[in-house]
């Protein structure tokens, strides 16, 4: 049960909507996942963008199911697995993981919105979901790191209206919970990673610094949650576990097996929303 959430860190989650857990991954496991998303041409390929409303653009990669890729890795490893199960108290199962793609000097803002203010509409009973941040650069509030209202979670689903091409939660209710609630400046460093609720109020600025900003969020819905209907992201498909070493089996893989023959990594196609199921490798 090493690197597990411990109850302490439980508990602070369930008060403020969210915890951080400092060096949940280390140098080696980050360098992996970095050297994988710099040059995965598939994961650019398939990037899309999404307006702020404030002049910039966020990119970003995504793709329901983990596959086998070191994505999948990082999203199937019992440490981050076990924990998640920890919060939500039971079985969960992987709802998508998308790669954030926020540029030096050109990466776009998110608007105040709550995820559970998206996923509401595909068929999910009950915010019974949560995310992990993973960072893969530093994080700081230069380059435009999360933001949070603090213990936002407990006042429930807002309504969300659209901001340029991004759904932002309603600003009046926003507005009011900022004099009320502590805004914390979530700064990581690679390989520090995040755990969130889905109705945690969460944005960020713009990234204006001369540093890349890239996270790799992985989502996880209860099982017990199943959705009612189909919705762009899957319903309940039972998550198999992979022990922690993984990461670095399959990473140090990849790149042996490309400097032997050449190739890359390939996923699967996009789908015309710009999104992608990443690929089984064997």
């Known amino acids: 049960m090493s690197n597990v959430l411990a109850d302490e860190q439980v508990t602070a989650y369930h008060r403020d909507g969210y915890v951080i857990t400092r060096g949940l991954f280390d140098a080696d496991e980050i360098s992996l996942l970095h050297r994988s998303a710099l040059e995965d041409r598939e994961l650019d390929r398939h990037a899309y963008g999404r307006a702020d409303g404030e002049g910039g653009t966020v990119r970003l990669s995504l793709w329901n199911h983990p ?21 939500l ?7 998508h993981s998308k790669m954030i793609l926020k540029d030096a000097k050109v990466g776009g803002a998110w608007a105040w919105h709550q995820d559970y203010g998206y996923w509401y509409h595909y068929g999910v009973l009950s915010p019974l979901l949560t995310s992990i941040s993973i960072a893969v650069d530093p994080a700081t509030r230069a380059n435009g790191c999360l933001q949070v209202l603090k213990g936002s979670h407990l006042m429930g689903r807002l309504d969300h209206t659209l901001t340029g091409d991004q759904a932002g939660a309603d600003m009046e209710r926003v507005n009011e919970a900022a004099k009320r609630l502590e805004r914390v400046y979530c700064e990581m460093a690679p390989g520090d990673a995040m755990f969130f609720d889905a109705n945690l ?14 996270s790799l969020i992985c989502c996880y819905n209860a099982a017990r949650n199943d959705p009612y209907k189909d919705g762009p992201h899957p319903r309940y498909t039972p998550l198999v576990k992979v022990d922690d070493d993984a990461i670095e089996r399959v990473g140090l893989r990849r790149f042996e097996a490309e400097a032997a023959e050449g190739t890359w990594v390939r996923s699967d196609a996009a789908d015309t929303a710009g999104r992608f199921k990443k690929a089984t490798t064997k």
Request: aromatic share 12%; glycine share 10%.
């Open 67 to 87: 596959g086998d890729t070191i994505y999948g890795m990082f999203a199937r490893c019992r440490r981050v697995v076990d924990s998640v199960e920890r919060l």
């Open 201 to 214: 109020l969460h944005r960020s600025d713009q990234n204006r610094s001369d540093t890349d900003r890239w």
């Open 89 to 95: 108290g039971g079985e969960v199962y992987h709802y």
